[in-house]
């Protein structure tokens, strides 16, 4: 069996596509070949070619390059035409968001037919009443987690997914080599190992979802005042400069922001207590690999869309107005849904989590 795996191209996203994957696995079997067609986008420096090979089998990968004009999708679609046709695959599995325009997913069947696959599944949309919850008032309140709505399109076309419907089990067994070159980085740089290691990721892919940074700064240096810790800034190149700055101002920490790659990353967290961070793929990772989060989340997304795997995590959310607004870029100088989130209200999660691990106050 060659089986195709149609699925978007973000960290986070990868993330909770896992318990659809292990699913998957178990219905085809070991024998079947699994290839990933995802769209490669300038902007975006990560995507599943960076977990999956680790995370969750031998696979192979096929990219297509996002396209703006209308004449360069037409030639990347129809050269992805051909390579598709030549593979002669068995069947090719929905994997995206679960709300996409039914025009979208009318246009997907449509090229996967042409692409002479006869098996097609998952591509259809969950009924809004199923991924929706509203309160008395008839407004939306909150959605169903990404994951478990991967886990119900595949279940309607025939794949038996109540394995893997619990989200606290682990997703990802990191493979020892990872912890074991992160503990080698620690100890090239200077890293106490006999102290507890929490994990700090202030950077984000959408603004609308990101938490003051001064705010960070405040938080760590009463962490270190009062826990004896060491803090790791995690994240990618991007976060390298801010990670510079913080632990600059800190005094005690370390900066591992661009310094490793995903999995390397993945396998320092595997070592931290806990990791302290927002709505973006690094929490993702925490969660699946099977490390509590205390996670900062604003209000562009209805509750529990985005949660991480796994279990332990407190999640710290504030109610707005304006809730599900779906922006990028909040479009409020207030940004009430981050900024609402103050320190103390970050420290009091801080301290329980603390408390759930095991590390005590000096």
């Known amino acids: 069996m060659n089986v195709l795996l149609f699925m978007p191209g973000t960290l986070g996203d990868t993330m909770v596509c896992l318990p659809a994957l292990r699913a998957l696995s178990r219905h085809y079997g070991p024998q079947t070949k699994f290839i990933v067609l995802h769209e490669r986008w300038p902007h975006i420096k990560y995507g599943p070619q960076d977990i999956l090979e680790t995370a969750f089998m031998p696979v192979s990968f096929l990219s297509y390059p996002f396209m703006e004009s209308i004449w360069g999708k037409l030639v990347s679609y129809t050269s992805l035409l051909r390579e598709i046709r030549k593979r002669r695959f068995n069947a090719v599995v929905n994997l995206t968001i679960s709300s996409r325009p039914r025009l979208a997913i009318l246009r997907d069947r449509l090229f996967f037919g042409m692409a002479q696959i006869s098996s097609l599944i998952g591509f259809h949309n ?153 709505d973006t793929g690094t929490i993702h990772i925490a969660g699946a690999i099977g490390t509590p989060c205390v996670a900062i989340y604003g209000c562009r997304n209805l509750s529990g869309r985005w949660l991480p795997l796994g279990k332990g995590h407190r999640i710290i959310k504030v109610n707005v107005p304006c809730e599900g607004c779906g922006y990028v870029d909040c479009p409020l100088p207030t940004h009430l849904c981050m900024k609402n989130i103050h320190v103390d209200m970050v420290l009091k999660e801080v301290t329980e989590m603390c408390i759930d691990v095991g590390i005590k106050q000096r």
Not at 200 to 212: E, L
Not at 221 to 228: A, D, H, K, S, V
Not at 258 to 272: D, F, H, N, P, R
């Open 126 to 278: 969950l009924p809004n009443s199923l991924l929706v919850s509203k309160n008395a008032s008839n407004r939306p309140v909150a959605w169903m987690h990404e994951a478990i709505a991967r886990l119900k399109r595949l279940e309607e076309d025939g794949v038996d997914t109540s394995i893997d419907s619990n989200l606290e089990q682990v997703f990802w067994d990191i493979p020892t080599f990872l912890a074991d070159r992160a503990r080698i980085w620690l100890v090239e740089n200077r890293v106490p190992l006999n102290r507890p290691l929490i994990a700090i990721a202030p950077g984000c892919k959408q603004s609308a979802n990101q938490w003051p940074l001064e705010r960070f700064e405040i938080m760590g240096q009463m962490i270190l005042e009062r826990y004896p810790v060491g803090l790791v800034v995690v994240g990618g190149s991007a976060e390298t400069e801010v990670g510079r700055l913080l632990v600059g101002r800190w005094g005690a920490a370390i900066n591992a922001a661009g310094a490793l790659s995903v999995v390397e990353t993945a396998g320092l967290i595997s070592l931290c207590r806990f990791v302290i961070g927002l």
